[in-house]
């Protein structure tokens, strides 16, 4: 079966044969508030993805090297750290859009130590 498009999808199973196929395009990573992320707390990350094909992403989260699952159509990730675990760290994340394509994107974001309560 031939490649017309050389995106290394024979032309009988590409949807658009003619066109190459794009990787997702990594927009950014925002968190659940904008405030400072403590030890202790759950932070939600959302990444923003484009496709230029309009194809489904599929997401792959790693905090520092580390994955944190398999591949997956959320493009949110929660992450409760521990208090061991306060300083700098760095979200990755690889983007699949199930034709081949892919790309990877990354953030660095701070967990300040909070001390267990009294009261906890």
């Given at each position: 079966?031939p490649d017309s498009d050389?995106?290394?999808i024979?032309d009988g199973?590409?949807?658009?044969p003619?066109?190459p196929?794009?990787?997702p395009?990594?927009c950014g990573v925002?968190?659940?508030?904008?405030q400072n992320?403590?030890?202790?707390?759950s932070?939600?990350?959302?990444?923003?993805v484009?496709?230029p094909?309009g194809?489904?992403v599929?997401?792959?989260w790693?905090?520092d090297?580390?994955?944190?699952?398999?591949?997956?159509?959320?493009?949110?990730?929660?992450?409760?750290?521990?208090p061991?675990?306060?300083g700098?760290?760095?979200i990755?994340?690889?983007?699949d859009d199930?034709?081949g394509?892919?790309?990877?994107g990354?953030?660095?974001?701070?967990?300040?130590?909070?001390?267990p309560?009294p009261?906890?």
């Amino acid at each position: 079966d031939p490649d017309s498009d050389d995106d290394t999808i024979p032309d009988g199973s590409d949807p658009r044969p003619t066109i190459p196929n794009e990787a997702p395009q990594f927009c950014g990573v925002q968190t659940s508030s904008p405030q400072n992320f403590h030890t202790g707390g759950s932070v939600i990350f959302v990444s923003s993805v484009l496709d230029p094909d309009g194809d489904e992403v599929y997401f792959r989260w790693a905090v520092d090297s580390t994955p944190t699952g398999s591949w997956q159509q959320l493009s949110a990730f929660a992450w409760t750290p521990m208090p061991w675990q306060s300083g700098l760290h760095r979200i990755f994340l690889e983007f699949d859009d199930g034709w081949g394509a892919r790309s990877e994107g990354e953030a660095d974001f701070v967990i300040f130590y909070s001390p267990p309560r009294p009261w906890d």
